[in-house]
């Protein structure tokens, strides 16, 4: 309850006592912190699932790099860059890239793994999967063999 000086309009619940006029807040600050806290929660849960979405991102970004390392080698097959990427997306993954997915393709000369799951949410509505999807590809190792230098006569 606040005291303040006679003669001011703005306020409308007034009780009068002795030269004061008293204002009741009756409750406004209980009803304002209902209203904002459930908005300042969403935007805290908000930032935290950001955070959730771009790890998990890095895990399927870092597991298809791990599968096209395991498929550069000469002997490396569609396989092997398989079980490496879904092994990675499965240990580093562990709790926020839920169902990892590899797609392999090797050919002759190239390597290519993507990587894709669904990230973790804090809060379960159904329905509503944050998917997250990464690829990486590189030139398939090769063995090469140096050409003479023209008139080195050996």
Do not use: C, Y
């Amino acid at each position: 309850m606040h005291t303040i000086r006679p003669g001011n309009p703005k306020h409308e619940q007034v009780a009068r006592s002795t030269g004061t006029i008293q204002v009741r807040d009756g409750g406004a600050e209980s009803v304002g912190l209902a209203i904002l806290f459930p908005i300042a929660l969403v935007l805290i849960l908000s930032a935290v699932q950001g955070g959730l979405w771009w790890h998990a991102h890095a895990v399927a970004a870092q597991a298809a790099q791990a599968g096209v390392e395991a498929g550069r080698p000469v002997d490396g097959t569609s396989v092997t860059a398989a079980e490496a990427a879904h092994s990675f997306a499965t240990r580093a993954g562990r709790g926020v890239l839920t169902a990892p997915d590899v797609h392999t393709t090797v050919t002759a000369d190239t390597v290519q793994v993507e990587v894709s799951g669904t990230a973790i949410r804090l809060i379960p509505v159904p329905g509503l999967d944050i998917r997250v999807a990464a690829s990486a590809h590189a030139v398939k190792e090769r063995f090469t063999v140096p050409a003479l230098a023209a008139g080195d006569g050996s």
